[in-house]
């Protein structure tokens, strides 16, 4: 189902009024974690301002300690669907265990399974029932060939919309957090019909390289990008170094754009 062999054309997804996969780029941005109702509107309006379609928020947080904040859970849903509200942004948020997925798309526009569930086999049929969107993130140790076959496990339960992302690979390089694989654009274009789109964020994990890396997304032909923005990144509960500061992401939503025109 996710074969380009049986659907030639490439996959458009509407959420809200934006269309992924459509004539512009996708502009995903906001904070790692939600942390309060006023935090997340006031970056709603921003990044809506400086160009980005949907909001991200993370309120299930899958997190490496069991002794790191875990995200605000349904209060964080909240808070994200308020910012809709204000701003009409469409919400894009983490889902992390099946028994969780109805809850979450009560919510959200777009439900994010993360790289550390790419293989959760139980949790990508759980939201094939859905009729949501669904952004599926590599994971950092899979092989472009599986990714795929988690999108298969997704649209076999009968849900088509399903949008892949890139978002960094281990490799033995140290000065990155991951290290974001470029070379799976152009694959899995040619592969798949499915929009592809990148998270430099993670790819990096510092914010100093996530521009460029946005560039070279958009330049390698990913569709889109999802980045961390946060107000204060070193006050921020989770991911503060990778996360872009307003200002920089107003500067890097207008290079992406730039660098789309000439794709
Ligand atoms: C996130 O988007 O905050 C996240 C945890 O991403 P990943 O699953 O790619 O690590
Ligand atoms: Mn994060």
């Given at each position: ?5 049986f659907?030639p ?8 009024d934006?269309?992924i ?17 006023e ?18 928020g ?5 997190r ?29 948020s ?14 959200v ?18 939201v ?14 899979n ?5 795929l ?7 076999s ?10 978002r960094?690979i ?16 152009p ?12 998270d ?9 390289y996530v ?33 872009l ?19």
């Amino acid at each position: 189902l996710a074969s380009r062999d049986f659907h030639p054309d490439n996959t458009t997804i509407t959420v809200g009024d934006h269309v992924i996969g459509g004539s512009e780029p996708t502009i995903i941005a906001g904070p790692c974690s939600v942390e309060s109702l006023e935090g997340i509107i006031d970056i709603a309006h921003a990044v809506k301002k400086s160009g980005a379609q949907l909001l991200r928020g993370g309120a299930f947080k899958p997190r490496s300690s069991p002794y790191s904040f875990q995200g605000l859970g349904e209060e964080g849903l909240q808070y994200l669907a308020s910012a809709r509200e204000a701003t009409g942004l469409g919400i894009v948020s983490e889902v992390m265990e099946p028994g969780l997925v109805e809850l979450v798309a009560e919510y959200v526009d777009v439900l994010q399974i993360g790289a550390r569930n790419m293989q959760n086999f139980a949790l990508l049929k759980a939201v094939g029932r859905t009729n949501k969107a669904v952004l599926l993130k590599r994971g950092f140790a899979n092989s472009m060939e599986e990714w795929l076959m988690s999108a298969e496990y997704v649209m076999s339960e009968g849900n088509p919309n399903v949008i892949l992302c890139e978002r960094g690979i281990r490799t033995f390089e140290t000065y990155t957090r991951n290290t974001l694989d470029l070379n799976a654009i152009p694959v899995v274009q040619h592969l798949s019909h499915l929009p592809i789109l990148v998270d430099p964020s993670h790819g990096v994990g510092n914010s100093r390289y996530v521009t460029p890396m946005a560039r070279a997304g958009i330049a390698s032909g990913a569709q889109g990008v999802i980045v961390e923005v946060h107000p204060n990144p070193a006050e921020a509960w989770s991911d503060g170094a990778q996360s872009l500061n307003l200002d920089q992401f107003a500067e890097m939503a207008k290079q992406v754009r730039q660098t789309h025109t000439l794709v």
